[in-house]
């Protein structure tokens, strides 16, 4: 029997362990992105406490304070260069405030970083009320480029802003001058919302030899990638149709946009030349939780992109992460040839937990991205340098997993550890059916769908930094369900016992994914867990899930975290392969 303690009605009489006479209530808190209210994930009355053992080991993050959005990745001159929205002041949120800078790291190898003084601060008239994102363009003639949102006032009005590197043969390019023609793009545009424009893209050269870049914007009530079209990257024009427009909502933030090359695991330069056959993505930020895309050509002619399916309920968009993974940042890794994304990741504890800490947010670890043979669907893989990390590995084959066994996974350390892990489905035939409405609520399903609840085929995954009475755990796990044409697989990362902390915010976040039986058979999973970070990667990098959890054992300090492989569905699954290895610590977060 799958050896879960069933909490509902126990936690909902707790008294607070850790202060006294607060109301326990899982809210939202406000994220102050221009006028628009966005809502992020926050539990402000969640009874804060606060643990060394909930910084991450080899998750990026500064030595201290607050971090959001990835801006500017790049790769320059042998060196990895990650700048990101930063409070130098503390680890709240400035954007209350404003004021927030672009923080500024590098790397050799996107695992071990070296923190550096901020790049970009506000002090010019056109960026004064803080430097918002953006991204790096290296032009030819080796010029690596910034374009940035700068926030003129208490109002939000936004307009777009150039940075060069003051001294290039500099290697860590540390120190940066702002054009002296900025702001380069003014918010002049007939029923343009100018508090919602920013986050302007990575340039890319059109077919007349000039150089485009969009941004997102709120037009008219809809959103917009505003495209602007360039001969120097500093003098720009507006073209008048935007690159793409929707009315299924009303503002993108952190818009990428770049091209992929369908079954091909390599990465595309957007200033070189795009090779027949290539597709585009387009990727949005929405509502603070969503990072979305779709994927579609770009239509020389037409200067558009146009997707290859539109769909108006922006629901059923897929999304490169269906769990905490905002503002997500795409760059060509010219060193490796491939394409490397990666996102801000927020606390989900309270604020006043932010500020106890001394630090608050993370970056997810920096994955290789690329399209399927079918052009389909974006896949996504850890950058292989994490592996330089593992040590201490231990290795099971053919394990048999009956219909409620829990099979402990022993010998690493669990709070820090990558796992991989095969389920070699033995039958498809007690497949539950799929019910395509799940598909506008996985959320909903996963809750309904939890560990315990038997299923045909799963659950079975895996439970992680589980307290030694299961009081607290984390699952990851699938299902696999019978649709028309094929199979469908539900990938859950379900927070919900992974605290005894009440009050927390602690979603069943989920994602689908195709499976084809007969050719696949089996479903891999990879979680890196890092302390309060679990980020997950289900068959293949289909679906990826990142999750923020905070155990009370972690603070305490009581007894080691368990680790184990389950199945909890009727038919019996085998583990072919199991490998897993401690992590050792990154040289970024200390
Ligand atoms: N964060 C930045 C904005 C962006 C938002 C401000 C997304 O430029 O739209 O810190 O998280």
Request: charged share 20%; proline share 6%.
């Amino acid at each position: 029997m799958l050896m879960t303690v069933h909490l509902q009605g126990w936690l909902a009489g707790l008294a607070c362990m850790f202060s006294t006479g607060i109301v326990f209530q899982i809210l939202v808190r406000p994220c102050s992105n221009g006028e628009g209210v966005f809502f992020c994930p926050q539990s402000p009355k969640a009874c804060s406490i606060v643990g060394k053992r909930y910084r991450t080991d080899y998750h990026f993050q500064p030595p201290k304070n607050w971090i959001n959005d990835p801006c500017g990745s790049m790769y320059y001159n042998g060196v990895y260069h990650e700048f990101y929205q930063y409070n130098p002041n503390g680890s709240y949120n400035p954007n209350i405030s404003y004021n927030i800078v672009w923080g500024h790291s590098v790397s050799m190898d996107l695992i071990n970083w070296i923190n550096l003084e901020p790049a970009i601060e506000p002090d010019t008239p056109s960026d004064i009320s803080g430097c918002w994102t953006g991204s790096a363009t290296i032009l030819s003639g080796d010029q690596p480029i910034i374009i940035y949102t700068g926030l003129l006032d208490i109002q939000k009005h936004q307009v777009q802003n150039i940075a060069l590197p003051k001294n290039r043969s500099d290697p860590y390019l540390r120190e940066w001058t702002k054009a002296h023609n900025n702001p380069v793009i003014q918010p002049v545009v007939p029923g343009l919302n100018s508090s919602q424009f920013r986050d302007p893209t990575t340039g890319w050269i059109g077919p007349d030899g000039l150089w485009r870049i969009a941004v997102g914007a709120e037009l008219n009530g809809y959103s917009a990638a505003l495209l602007y079209k360039s001969e120097d990257f500093l003098n720009w024009t507006r073209v008048e149709h935007p690159l793409y427009s929707s009315n299924s909502s009303n503002m993108w933030e952190c818009l990428d946009f770049f091209a992929v090359l369908p079954g091909s695991g390599g990465g595309l330069d957007l200033s070189s030349a795009i090779p027949n056959g290539a597709k585009h993505v387009l990727k949005v930020s929405m509502n603070c939780t969503d990072d979305m895309y779709m994927i579609g050509v770009y239509d020389l002619k037409r200067d558009a992109f146009v997707p290859d399916t539109v769909l108006d309920d922006s629901r059923l968009w897929p999304r490169i992460d269906y769990g905490n993974f905002y503002a997500s940042k795409s760059f060509f890794d010219s060193k490796h040839g491939r394409r490397i994304i990666w996102a801000w990741s927020s606390e989900t504890d309270s604020s006043s937990d932010d500020v106890a800490k001394g630090w608050a947010g993370i970056h997810s670890i920096p994955r290789t991205i690329w399209l399927d043979s079918h052009g389909k669907q974006l896949l996504q893989w850890p950058v292989e340098e994490i592996e330089s990390l593992r040590t201490n590995e231990i290795n099971h084959q053919a394990l048999e997993l009956k219909k409620g066994d829990l099979f402990e996974i022993k010998g690493i350390e669990t709070l820090q550890a990558d796992v991989e892990i095969d389920f070699e489905l033995t039958s498809i035939n007690d497949a539950d059916p799929f019910d395509p409405s799940w598909l506008f609520d996985t959320e909903k399903h996963c809750r309904e769908a939890g560990a315990s609840v038997h299923g045909g085929i799963g659950p079975f995954g895996l439970v992680i930094l589980a307290s030694d009475n299961m009081e607290e755990h984390t699952d990851v796990h699938f299902r696999v369900y019978k649709s028309q044409q094929n199979y469908m697989v539900l990938m859950c990362s379900d927070l919900r016992r992974s605290s005894l902390r009440p009050g927390l915010y602690t979603p069943a976040y989920g994602g689908f994914f195709e499976f084809d039986f007969e050719k696949e058979r089996k479903i891999s999973l990879r979680t890196l867990i890092d302390r309060s970070a679990v980020e997950s990667f289900g068959g293949g990098g289909r679906v990826c899930i990142m999750a923020r959890v905070y155990p009370v054992a972690l603070v305490d300090d009581i007894g080691c975290a368990h680790m184990y492989a389950f199945n909890n569905g009727s038919a019996t699954v085998i583990v072919p392969q199991l490998r897993a290895w401690s992590m050792r610590r990154a040289q970024a977060s200390v």
